[in-house]
């Protein structure tokens, strides 16, 4: 398999996103005294306390007001500091929309908001915490940023160009531990897509610390059956790298997108949108189908809403399949 990036050894150990968050937050404040960080009530969960013991006085505990601390944030932007609210991302979403739309984004201000926990990755907490909709709420959002990192490289690079880039943004981050897929040298860009791996047979445009991984996993499946499958880390959703879907579009004449969220709405719709626009080919979306998140762990949701690798490969086969059929009736 052909691939087009380092890839990160093999023996190198798991760090846990939040940890790998909070200490890219502390080094960029040493470096920048307008970046302040806000929390919910969530501070441990999300790792954040590493930044409160070292700078104490640049960080607020709102306590459980989610809302509020999105509209103290754009109070504090206002002053013409960096704020970096951070909750899950059930209440990111839903609790504080009307506040970050109205507050930070209409205001024109520079808001930093992260939600954790994205889809299956909230587990035990069940239906209610569980959000397969905050992409889609976020997409309807003007001139708004919204990114998903797949690993701790990636992470690090463009929590450090969202912090750069003056406006409002959605950085939606994976907690807990992932092996890192890049190697240290790689280089990224808010909203340019990551070409992992080169196939000609079927592209899989994923996004996210889950679905990035099972897309590679699934692109080896596939090449020992003799399918080649290209690879894109879609780590910035909107803007969506439109000419690389059409450019992989082109190339393979087929795209199946995979996403820890709602089909509706998310990446899936992002990329059908640019599709339907430039250059229709058959699409296939591996994501959450209209349903609503459950308890469990996360290997058993994964399975239980078909965002695996194994599923990917069902779905790339029958792309192939139709694009085959396609070509054979247009002959």
Same mark, same amino acid.
């Given at each position: 398999?052909?691939?087009?990036?380092?890839?990160?050894?093999?023996?190198?150990?798991?760090?846990?996103?939040?940890?790998?968050?909070?200490?890219?937050?502390?080094?960029?404040?040493?470096?920048?005294?307008?970046?302040?960080?806000?929390?919910?009530?969530?501070?441990?969960?999300?790792?954040?306390?590493?930044?409160?013991?070292?700078?104490?006085?640049?960080?607020?505990?709102?306590?459980?007001?989610?809302?509020?601390?999105?509209?103290?944030?754009?109070?504090?932007?206002?002053?013409?500091?960096?704020?970096?609210?951070?909750?899950?991302?059930?209440? %990111?979403?839903?609790?504080?929309?009307?506040?970050?739309?109205?507050?930070?984004?209409?205001?024109?201000?520079?808001?930093?908001?992260?939600?954790?926990?994205?889809?299956?990755?909230?587990?035990?907490?069940?239906?209610?915490?569980?959000?397969?909709?905050?992409?889609?709420?976020?997409?309807?959002?003007?001139?708004?940023?919204?990114?998903?990192?797949?690993?701790?490289?990636?992470?690090?690079?463009?929590?450090?160009?969202?912090?750069?880039?003056?406006?409002?943004?959605?950085?939606?981050?994976?907690?807990?531990?992932?092996?890192?897929?890049?190697?240290?040298?790689?280089?990224?860009?808010?909203?340019?897509?990551?070409?992992?791996?080169e196939g000609e047979d079927v592209t899989i445009i994923a996004a996210g610390a889950i679905l990035v991984a099972e897309a590679i996993r699934a692109a080896e499946i596939l090449e020992a059956e003799g399918i080649a499958a290209s690879v894109i880390d879609m780590h910035t959703i909107k803007p969506i790298d439109a000419d690389l879907v059409v450019e992989y579009a082109r190339r393979t004449g087929a795209i199946l997108t995979a996403e820890n969220h709602q089909v509706q709405g998310?990446?899936?719709?992002?990329? %059908?949108?640019?599709?339907?626009?430039?250059?229709?080919?058959?699409?296939?979306?591996?994501?959450?189908?209209?349903?609503?998140?459950?308890?469990?762990?996360?290997?058993?949701?994964?399975?239980?809403?078909?965002?695996?690798?194994?599923?990917?490969?069902?779905?790339?086969?029958?792309?192939?399949?139709?694009?085959?059929?396609?070509?054979?009736?247009?002959?």
């Amino acid at each position: 398999m052909k691939y087009r990036i380092e890839r990160a050894p093999e023996a190198e150990k798991a760090p846990e996103m939040r940890a790998v968050y909070s200490d890219e937050l502390t080094r960029m404040a040493e470096e920048d005294t307008r970046i302040v960080v806000l929390d919910a009530d969530l501070m441990r969960a999300n790792g954040t306390e590493s930044f409160k013991a070292r700078f104490p006085e640049r960080t607020f505990d709102v306590g459980v007001a989610e809302a509020n601390m999105v509209g103290i944030s754009a109070g504090l932007s206002a002053t013409g500091l960096i704020p970096f609210p951070a909750t899950f991302t059930c209440f %990111a979403a839903r609790r504080t929309f009307d506040q970050f739309f109205i507050s930070a984004n209409y205001a024109k201000l520079n808001v930093k908001l992260t939600g954790s926990d994205p889809g299956v990755a909230a587990a035990f907490n069940g239906g209610t915490h569980m959000s397969f909709e905050d992409i889609g709420l976020m997409r309807t959002i003007p001139r708004i940023v919204i990114c998903e990192p797949a690993d701790p490289v990636s992470l690090r690079a463009l929590l450090r160009q969202i912090a750069e880039r003056y406006g409002s943004s959605y950085l939606r981050l994976h907690r807990k531990p992932i092996t890192p897929i890049y190697g240290e040298s790689e280089t990224f860009e808010l909203g340019r897509g990551k070409v992992i791996v080169e196939g000609e047979d079927v592209t899989i445009i994923a996004a996210g610390a889950i679905l990035v991984a099972e897309a590679i996993r699934a692109a080896e499946i596939l090449e020992a059956e003799g399918i080649a499958a290209s690879v894109i880390d879609m780590h910035t959703i909107k803007p969506i790298d439109a000419d690389l879907v059409v450019e992989y579009a082109r190339r393979t004449g087929a795209i199946l997108t995979a996403e820890n969220h709602q089909v509706q709405g998310g990446l899936g719709s992002a990329v %059908a949108e640019v599709l339907t626009e430039r250059y229709p080919v058959p699409q296939r979306r591996v994501g959450i189908q209209d349903e609503f998140g459950e308890v469990g762990t996360q290997e058993y949701l994964q399975e239980r809403f078909g965002l695996t690798a194994e599923n990917l490969t069902v779905q790339a086969r029958a792309l192939i399949a139709s694009k085959s059929t396609k070509q054979g009736a247009e002959q």
